[in-house]
């Protein structure tokens, strides 16, 4: 009996260890501040983007589509500045990070930041398995990433001329 008693009151010890715990962790989790990115999201509904996008980029921004390969303006494009989404203006890569990928589409090889700028969400359609690349602020589409970059990352992003806008670099500011 005192055996019982004892086993008992250890449980009970265990339990209480294991609900403080609990306790601490759940209130970390609580008074977590939103990161930058999750408080700049850019929410707009259908109808508000169909009047800020021309109807071509409505079309792949929003409704996922593919421009033709070979078509886009930003495909053999090599000035030196950035480019933005074509939506929301998010600084998304830098002409650095371009190169000529052959496959017909502006190809990056990394993007800004920490990975935090770009979501990469998986991809069913059409019979493959693909990585779909999103704006991280406004979940604009952008194209697919793929594993078989030729540079030092082994990256591919691989994107619509039409998800993306460029701005050059102020030249004039450099002497
Ligand atoms: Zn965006």
């Given amino acids: 009996?005192?055996?019982?008693?004892?086993?008992?009151?250890?449980?009970?010890?265990?339990?209480?260890?294991?609900?403080?715990?609990?306790?601490?962790?759940?209130?970390?989790?609580?008074?977590?501040?939103?990161?930058?990115?999750?408080?700049?999201?850019?929410?707009?509904?259908?109808?508000?983007?169909?009047?800020v996008l021309s109807s071509e980029q409505y079309n792949v921004l929003r409704l996922k589509g593919t421009e033709a390969p070979f078509t886009g303006k930003y495909n053999m494009h090599s000035e030196k500045g950035k480019y933005t989404c074509g939506a929301c203006g998010y600084e998304l890569f830098t002409s650095d990070m371009k190169f000529d990928s052959h496959c017909g589409w502006p190809s990056f090889d990394k993007e800004i930041g920490d990975g935090s700028r770009i979501k990469k969400i998986k991809d069913m359609t059409h019979g493959m398995v693909r990585t779909e690349i999103v704006c991280a602020r406004c979940e604009g589409h952008l194209g697919h990433i793929f594993d078989d970059g030729p540079t030092a990352t082994g990256q591919r992003y691989c994107v619509n001329s039409l998800s993306i806008e460029f701005l050059p670099t102020d030249t004039t500011k450099k002497k």
């Fill in 1 to 51: 009996m005192k055996k019982i008693n004892l086993l008992i009151i250890l449980c009970c010890i265990t339990m209480a260890v294991s609900c403080q715990n609990n306790n601490t962790s759940t209130t970390n989790s609580t008074f977590k501040k939103p990161t930058a990115m999750e408080s700049n999201k850019v929410i707009k509904n259908e109808e508000e983007w169909k009047k």
